[in-house]
């Protein structure tokens, strides 16, 4: 059974903005600050390794084996090794944790990725590595009450993928229940943990303040 574990904004060193554990080395944050955050969530996960990704809403999907470097250029990563952890960074995107038994993924949900179909790539992924009885969990998230968008992209997001779809006069997209009919699909069960980001004190909101931290899902075997 994988260990897996969200993060809030609470518990670690950052200040100001990004108070107080601040994962994300790419918002402006001190990276001193930073490195002492993740060092600390690792040490409390007891994970010898902890691996992030440098987003970019893109479909790269990394496998991290040994002689990783403990940042990577991908919005998921998969990995069969119980000394690594891997990470995934959010402040409303959709923090996608995965356990397929004899390997674990994490995955940035955003717009562009729902619709891109980076979830149903992962869980190709998954299964091409022997994955089975698959288990996901879906982390704190902007809600389909609060994420507005354009006339425009909210037809495009709906065309895709219709789950996404909440009333046609508010424009509002729900990522989540979008994400739940992916994985439902392939018979993923699904947790939902319901909280919003940006209604949520306790989380990271690029919404709710353009300059702000972000937290974690982290997963390992
Ligand atoms: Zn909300």
């Given at each position: 059974?994988?260990?897996?574990?969200?993060?809030?904004?609470?518990?670690?060193?950052?200040?100001?903005?990004?108070?107080?554990?601040?994962?994300?080395?790419?918002?402006?944050?001190?990276?001193?600050?930073?490195?002492?955050?993740?060092?600390?969530?690792?040490?409390?996960?007891?994970?010898?390794?902890?691996?992030?990704?440098?987003?970019?809403?893109?479909?790269?999907?990394?496998?991290?084996?040994?002689?990783?470097?403990?940042?990577?250029?991908?919005?998921?990563?998969?990995?069969?090794?119980?000394?690594?952890?891997?990470?995934?960074?959010?402040?409303?995107?959709?923090?996608?944790?995965?356990?397929?038994?004899?390997?674990?993924?994490?995955?940035?949900?955003?717009?562009?990725?729902?619709?891109?179909?980076?979830?149903?790539?992962?869980?190709?992924?998954?299964?091409?590595?022997?994955?089975?009885?698959?288990?996901?969990?879906?982390?704190?998230?902007?809600?389909?009450?609060?994420?507005?968008?354009?006339?425009?992209?909210?037809?495009?997001?709906?065309?895709?993928?219709?789950?996404?779809?909440?009333?046609?006069?508010?424009?509002?997209?729900?990522?989540?229940?979008?994400?739940?009919?992916?994985?439902?699909?392939?018979?993923?069960?699904?947790?939902?943990?319901?909280?919003c980001t940006l209604e949520s004190p306790q989380y990271y909101s690029y919404r709710g303040q353009a300059r702000t931290g972000r937290f974690a899902g982290v997963?390992?075997?």
């Amino acid at each position: 059974m994988a260990k897996f574990l969200f993060s809030s904004k609470f518990g670690g060193v950052s200040a100001g903005d990004f108070a107080e554990l601040n994962l994300g080395n790419h918002v402006g944050d001190l990276p001193d600050a930073v490195l002492k955050n993740r060092t600390q969530l690792r040490s409390y996960l007891a994970l010898q390794h902890l691996v992030f990704m440098n987003q970019s809403h893109g479909s790269e999907i990394f496998t991290v084996e040994k002689n990783y470097p403990d940042q990577i250029d991908a919005d998921a990563l998969i990995t069969s090794d119980p000394s690594i952890g891997i990470a995934v960074l959010t402040a409303d995107c959709i923090p996608l944790l995965i356990d397929a038994g004899n390997c674990v993924a994490a995955v940035h949900v955003g717009r562009k990725g729902l619709a891109g179909g980076i979830i149903p790539r992962v869980l190709e992924a998954l299964i091409n590595k022997g994955g089975s009885q698959m288990k996901a969990w879906i982390g704190p998230a902007i809600c389909g009450k609060c994420y507005e968008v354009s006339p425009e992209i909210y037809a495009d997001v709906v065309r895709e993928i219709p789950e996404t779809a909440t009333s046609l006069e508010s424009h509002r997209l729900d990522l989540p229940a979008g994400a739940i009919a992916q994985l439902r699909e392939y018979g993923v069960a699904t947790e939902n943990f319901h909280r919003c980001t940006l209604e949520s004190p306790q989380y990271y909101s690029y919404r709710g303040q353009a300059r702000t931290g972000r937290f974690a899902g982290v997963i390992s075997l």
